[in-house]
Nanobody, 131 residues
Framework: VQLVESGGGLVQAGGSLRLSCTAS????????FGWFRQAPGKEREGVSC????????YYADSVKGRFTISVDNAKLTASLQMNGLDVEDTAVYYC?????????????????????????WGQGTQVIVSS
């Protein structure tokens, strides 16, 4: 599986950015996309996860109400719309993905995003929020 990310950049506090992640090489019907981030000197944080049908969603408390994750199954693309960005959101954002044999697995993984160990990672995209 290969994941290609796009959409990072520099934005002022209060602004918006949209990250996208397109997968290739999926072989199973059930999968999870996730977004993780890592700021300098901090541990990696699970930001948001979504199962293949969008039925299971997870958001970290720090982004609830500001970020929205979505998935386009036809394009195997996940997006993260980030609104109301704060300087605390500055980090390298990584897309992640995993494939599963049954839908119950992808649902459970998406709901347990923080403890998920994805099988595939994107290259990372820098998001810088200035005050």
């Amino acid at each position: 599986v290969q994941l290609v990310e796009s959409g990072g950049g520099l934005v002022q506090a209060g602004g918006s950015l949209r990250l996208s992640c397109t997968a290739s090489g999926f072989r199973l019907s059930y999968y999870v996309f996730g977004w993780f981030r890592q700021a300098p000197g901090k541990e990696r944080e699970g930001v948001s996860c979504i199962s293949e049908n969008g039925g299971s969603l997870y958001y970290a408390d720090s982004v609830k109400g500001r970020f929205t994750i979505s998935v386009d199954n036809a394009k195997l693309t996940a997006s993260l719309q980030m609104n109301g960005l704060d300087v605390e959101d500055t980090a390298v954002y990584y897309c992640a993905a995993g494939q599963y044999l049954v839908g119950a697995q992808s649902k459970d993984v998406a709901n347990d995003c923080e403890r998920w160990s994805p099988g595939s990672w994107g290259q990372g995209t820098q998001v810088i929020v200035s005050s």
